[in-house]
């Protein structure tokens, strides 16, 4: 599973992504967990609105920073 | 670190931008109000496509406004059709026909009037500093 955090790096970027390696850490499951900030990528993504999480390629989220186990609901789907 | 994106989206515009006289005109109106900082203009063609980084960052809006030249009100259905829920506008219902409106400043300070002092008066005046006149 490819997990991507979208965003430039502000606080709320960091928040997104402690929250998805503690979900990754605590379902136990093989995760990559990578960040994009180039604001031309992001924009590839469709995303007006960091920060935002994408599983295998795909927006889950934008906009906001989801909980932890919001984080695990999504990816245990 | 670049230019932040994670300020708050406030209040959305999807235009139908149809290829009539009327979707110009919707087009046009939208690009107003969002360049007077009423709206932000986003891409109804995204929504349609469900290209899901747009799904997601619509969802993180305050309001979702769609406004349609006409009453195929295309840009209403698309946007219910993604699940959202916008406040609708016609402009047909705001006096202007289709096959017989001028696209020119005199009819879109007219239609973004009609609109903006509206239902979206109290967003607009929550959001922004007010219409910058051009």
Known sequence: ?77 | MGECMCQEVGVLIFPCSGGSDVGELSDRVARKMAKCGQAKMFCLAGIGAYVTGMIESAKAANKIIAIDGCQVLCSKKILEHAGFSPISFNLKDLGFEKGKTQVNDENIERAATKISGGKVEEIANRNSGGCCGN
Do not use: R
């Not at chain 1, 430039?8 to 998805?20: F, Y």
């Not at chain 1, 990559?32 to 900030?37: D, F, N, R």
């Not at chain 1, 889950?60 to 909980?67: D, I, R, T």
């Open chain 1, 1 to 77: 599973m490819q997990i991507e955090i979208l965003g430039v790096g502000c606080p709320k970027c960091k928040q997104l992504t402690a929250n998805a390696e503690a979900a990754v850490k605590e379902l136990n499951i093989q995760a990559e967990i990578g960040k994009v900030t180039d604001i031309d990528k992001i924009t590839e993504y469709g995303v007006m609105m960091t920060p935002a999480l994408a599983v295998d390629g795909m927006v889950v989220s934008a906009g906001k920073v989801l909980s932890k186990d919001e984080i695990k609901k999504i990816i245990s789907k």
